[in-house]
């Protein structure tokens, strides 16, 4: 699971005294998150005084007492006191619900639930700690994430519903990206988003505002900007459709996996095809972004005859981004590493051309580390 020794997957506290429940939990959280497993208060609360979880799930009975009185006992202390908990519980009693809700949580599950479920409700707990944080920055690197959260979103909703995407929303919430932009200070958008757990949605607008910040660096107005970013944000639209534990799968990829991951493009060229006024440079970001020059990419082999500055901006800035991303499996590269090998082990691959001015461009922003294969 880990790359180079180094675990990169949130934290999350398991405290119960069953332990066969805990070690299923344990098991069952694996792909996404690292757990530390407690069966009692003492042990529970000097192990998460060391290690700090992002979420604790706490079950019916830890050690030989309530599960509820630990929880009294972690709201005491403060370095602890602020942790979501989810609250895992035998069978539905009233009283004990009284009780977790009156101490402000407001999330349990009753044996037997799914496992899915219960991951589904720790990654929205993290992910509205991330969203929470976003609070603390300045209002337009803030708009930026939270406008192109709510429009993702939607998108994820219409998606299901096989509607059509609102164009004309995405467009909105991208402009406050480019914002974000011109106000000279974006690399806290594109280092927030890091920690959600949503990847695609932090993939993509990542994607976004690296390629409206190469559009301005090549001297692009801002509506060439705010287009740029529209591309990069629907980019990968068709990664929704694929099951999350694909696209986050720490192990080597089947062959049939392969083919479901690079099964996005087919399916984002669908669900553009089918929505109004999509401009002709979304389509080309989302169909052509993982082509490369020397006819090695996908879904077409086209060569680089083929393909215009867009389409080798797209790719650059794709490739990019999936270095410095963080997901479950791998840390993000530093964005110095990623130009680096992007220069000596793609250099047929990419435009080295418009390499050295994204280069230029994005130095300054701050990146992190360790290198993974672009999906
Ligand atoms: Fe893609
Ligand atoms: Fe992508």
Excluded at 75 to 80: D, F, G, M, N, Q
Excluded at 307 to 322: E, G, W
Aim: with cysteine; proline share 4%.
């Amino acid at each position: 699971m880990s790359v180079h020794g180094r675990d990169v997957r949130h934290l999350i506290a398991v405290v119960d005294a069953n332990e066969k429940h805990r070690q299923t939990v344990a098991e069952a959280m694996a792909p996404a998150y690292r757990t530390n497993a407690y069966g009692d208060a003492a042990n529970a609360l000097s192990g998460m005084r060391q290690s700090l979880p992002q979420v604790v799930l706490v079950g019916q009975r830890v050690g030989s007492g309530l599960g509820t009185n630990f929880i009294k006992d972690l709201r005491r202390e403060s370095a602890l006191s602020n942790i979501p908990i989810i609250l895992i519980i035998d069978k539905e009693d009233i009283r004990i619900l009284d009780a977790v809700r009156e101490m402000g949580i407001n999330k349990y599950f009753v044996k037997p639930y799914r496992q899915i479920d219960l991951i589904r409700a720790v990654t929205l707990k993290i992910n509205g700690e991330v969203e929470r944080s976003w609070q603390s920055l300045p209002q337009k690197q803030r708009l930026a994430l939270e406008k192109t959260l709510i429009i993702f979103n939607n998108i994820l909703e219409d998606l299901t519903n096989g509607n059509p995407i609102s164009y004309k929303a995405v467009d909105h919430s991208c402009a406050a990206i480019v914002d974000a932009i011109n106000e000279n200070d974006v690399s806290p958008v594109v280092n927030r988003v890091k920690d959600h757990d949503n990847f695609t949605f932090a993939h993509s607008l990542r994607m976004a505002t690296f390629l409206s910040l190469f559009g301005k660096g090549i001297g692009l107005p801002k509506d060439k900007q705010i287009l740029l970013a529209s591309g990069g944000f629907l980019h990968d639209v068709g990664k929704l459709a694929v099951p999350a534990e694909t696209l986050n799968k720490a192990e080597k990829l089947t062959p049939a996996e392969w083919k479901l991951i690079r099964g996005h493009v087919a399916i984002s060229q669908k669900v553009l095809a089918i929505s109004e006024n999509i401009p002709k440079a979304v389509m080309t970001i989302a169909t052509q972004h993982h082509e490369r020059l020397d006819g090695s990419g996908y879904p077409l082999s086209l060569e680089s005859k083929d393909l215009n500055q867009l389409a080798r901006m797209a790719s650059i800035i794709d490739v990019f981004t999936a270095l410095t991303d963080r997901k479950p499996y791998k840390r993000a590269m530093l964005a110095e590493d990623a130009l680096e090998m992007m220069t000596t082990e793609m250099s047929k691959q990419l435009d080295q051309g418009l390499l050295a001015k994204f280069r230029a461009t994005v130095l300054d922003l701050a990146g992190t580390e360790e290198p993974a294969e672009s999906r």
